[in-house]
């Protein structure tokens, strides 16, 4: 029987075999500075052309929660 390893990058859950790309996924997000609850990332490689994914899809929040003053949750989507 043989023993596997999964790397999960902490901010969009995708699971990877290899450390590193688990890191550069993590390392491949811009998350808001604050006022945030939630949100949706892609992992790095998502897309076909791995710099375009890295830089249009992976980079930013699909979506975001942001509580509001009276307490509220409202999600914003791009
Ligand atoms: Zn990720």
Redesign the pocket.
């Known amino acids: 029987m043989k023993e596997t390893t999964l790397y999960i ?1 902490e ?4 699971r990877y075999a290899d450390r590193k790309e ?1 890191e550069s ?2 390392a ?2 811009i998350k808001p500075k604050k006022l945030t609850k939630k949100m949706k ?4 490689k998502s897309g076909k052309d791995p710099i375009l994914a890295y830089r249009e899809v ?1 980079q930013y929040p699909d979506w975001i929660d942001i509580e509001m003053q009276d307490g509220n949750t409202v999600r914003y989507k791009r």
Do not use: G, L, V
């Not at 901010?11 to 995708?14: A, G, M, P, R």
């Not at 990332?41 to 790095?44: I, Q, V």
């Open positions: 990058c901010i969009c859950k995708e688990a996924c993590e491949a997000h990332f892609h992992p790095y992976s």
